[in-house]
């Protein structure tokens, strides 16, 4: 992934704990852009005092869209704290509905990827974190495929849409998807498949 293993799983860890457990609701909300997702299985989960949008895609989720600026997102209050990491990389938090479900990393001042370890949201397709690999592949079928990094040591199901991709990554200490996050394949894509490099 992007980051050191220890911050992902803690990252996880901590929004596990602040959102509250998911409960069965209607599919009231539609996701950003107005349209509803067709595919989306049953009823959605819908997390109790989070009133966001309930799909992250790769376009982003809410105002946190790919290619975005820091400078203009943390001037409008929608970036709660920051932490810089290797080759112009920064991580944050954000603010609002969407603060303790997302986490953001710009490179060079821009939006390139937003990930969550929660359900709600989910993926157009109806995917969320919880998910088992095999209940990935019945939503994707053949627009998705089960990877593994250069290292060998940790698999993913990632799904490109153009030169985006949604990527679900494994749980620190239990089976299934664990981390879900979208941005561009040549950020999100090949950090999962090489590592982070330590600073």
Known sequence: MNRPAILLTTAALALGTLVPAAVAGPAAASPAGGAAYASAPGPLAVA???SHPEVLSVRGAGVYRIGASLAALTRNGHVGWTAPGCDGVVHTGVTGSWAGVILLAF?????????TATAPPRSPAG?????????LESIYGRRGSLIRNDAGDAEAYLVRVGSRVELFTGHPIRPGVGYFQVGPASFVERNFRHGAAAC
């Open 48 to 50: 109790v005092g989070h």
């Open 127 to 135: 995917a969320t974190v919880g998910m088992s690999f095999d209940e």
């Open 107 to 115: 490179r060079d001042g821009r939006l390139v990827e937003v990930g």
